[in-house]
T-cell receptor
Framework: EDQVTQSPEALRLQEGESSSLNCSYT??????LFWYRQDPGKGPEFLFT???AGEEKEKERLKATLTKKESFLHITAPKPEDSATYLC????????????FGSGTQLTVLP | DAGVTQSPTHLIKTRGQHVTLRCSPI?????VSWYQQVLGQGPQFIFQ???????GRGNFPDRFSARQFPNYSSELNVNALLLGDSALYLC?????????????FGSGTRLTVV
């Protein structure tokens, strides 16, 4: 059974204080690891897909990395508008290839 | 260009009732998936449809059913509602089944069962 564990559950940062979110996973045959951002009352918003160990992707203040067992979402010099819940999900092989999500990290950036 | 649209946005139902949720995917997307998100948890997979056929089902009871129409829109039906069915129901569309380019989610339907 595919499993995704995210840590920490919640993180409070001062504006400009860089940090990292962790996503540990076990999956049979990883097709892709996805990062989403979710604002309260909204659906998840796609950020990145990583396909193989060693891959990195960047978008503004966010950088995602992938190893064979975990992924990190690095946030550099965050701003209050980066406050949201960040979700990690894995997609394995199989007929449906659905996403298996972690419980998310709730990030609060204080001004 | 319209994104994934879901209706209604909010819904309050009584235990034992039936509910139908609707989803219109992004134009050109042929796959629709449904997810349930309970407060404080990540989304959990319910169904996937591609080209109007069910291609996957998550660990949900038979009270949950869905279908996809010729225009690729989809309905999720839940019978005999329980308090535990209260959640945000998300629809996600993608170009093809299990697209590695990701899924685009709608804003969801907030279902409250009282």
């Amino acid at each position: 059974e595919d499993q995704v564990t995210q840590s920490p559950e919640a993180l409070r940062l001062q504006e400009g204080e860089s940090s990292s979110l962790n996503c540990s996973y076990t999956v049979s045959g990883l097709r892709g690891l996805f990062w989403y951002r979710q604002d309260p009352g909204k659906g998840p918003e796609f950020l990145f897909t990583l396909y193989s160990a060693g891959e990195e992707k960047e978008k503004e203040r966010l950088k995602a990395t992938l190893t064979k067992k975990e992924s990190f979402l690095h946030i550099t010099a965050p701003k209050p508008e980066d406050s949201a819940t960040y979700l990690c999900a894995v997609q394995a092989g199989g007929s449906a290839r659905q996403l298996t999500f972690g419980s998310g990290t709730q990030l609060t950036v204080l001004p | 260009d319209a994104g994934v649209t879901q209706s209604p946005t909010h819904l309050i139902k009584t235990r034992g009732q039936h509910v139908t949720l609707r989803c219109s995917p992004i134009s050109g997307h042929k796959s629709v998936s449904w997810y349930q998100q309970v407060l404080g948890q990540g989304p959990q997979f319910i169904f996937q449809y591609y080209e109007k056929e069910e291609r996957g089902r998550g660990n949900f009871p038979d009270r949950f059913s869905a279908r996809q129409f010729p225009n690729y829109s989809s309905e999720l039906n839940v019978n005999a509602l329980l308090l535990g069915d209260s959640a945000l129901y998300l629809c996600a569309s993608s170009l093809a089944q299990g697209s590695i380019y990701g899924y685009t989610f709608g804003s969801g339907t907030r279902l409250t069962v009282v």
